[in-house]
């Protein structure tokens, strides 16, 4: 049966708890607990073991997915280069229409682009809403830290894991 560090942390806890009650020599309480200590350390490292291994993986699945990137935009600028190819060659043919048993090749008219030459009168421009304002947290955090401590809002500090 596989215990986890959760079962490992109870475990002790509750040792602790009993062997505080229990009237022991302080040697031998902290021998208990240390080797109880030394079980969770064991699981702790190959827990942070698998965490490294899971940081290299998503390492080495972000360097793929930059490299898979890379090659889509080359293939859909070979796509768009070969399209512009063959319209330009079934212009210059005048060939509006190529049948095959795959597929069938059209030539089409896009939707007309417009193209501006010179002012626009503001009747055909358009104002896009601002975006809301956001809280500048640094700025607040160098507020609290300054001594203030404002009503709506504190600062917090929470633990992390670092493996080095």
Known sequence: MKITLYQ???????????????DMPPEVVNDTLESMIGDIEV??????????????????????????????????HRVEHLKEYLLYNMQRTNITEINCPYFSIKRRLNPGKV???G??????????????????KK??????????SPDWAELKREERIEIK
């Open 115 to 117: 193209e501006i030459h």
């Open 43 to 76: 699981k702790s490292t190959n827990i942070a073991m698998i965490i490294r291994n899971f940081e290299t993986q998503a390492e080495a699945i972000r360097d793929a997915e930059k490299q898979m990137a890379l090659r889509r935009k080359s293939i859909e």
């Open 119 to 136: 002012p626009v009168p503001n009747e055909f421009l358009r104002y896009p809403e601002p975006p809301p304002p956001e809280v500048d």
């Open 8 to 22: 490992l942390a109870d475990d002790y806890l509750a040792a602790a708890d009993q062997l505080a009650e229990i």
């Open 139 to 148: 700025a607040v955090a160098e507020y609290i830290k300054a001594g203030n």
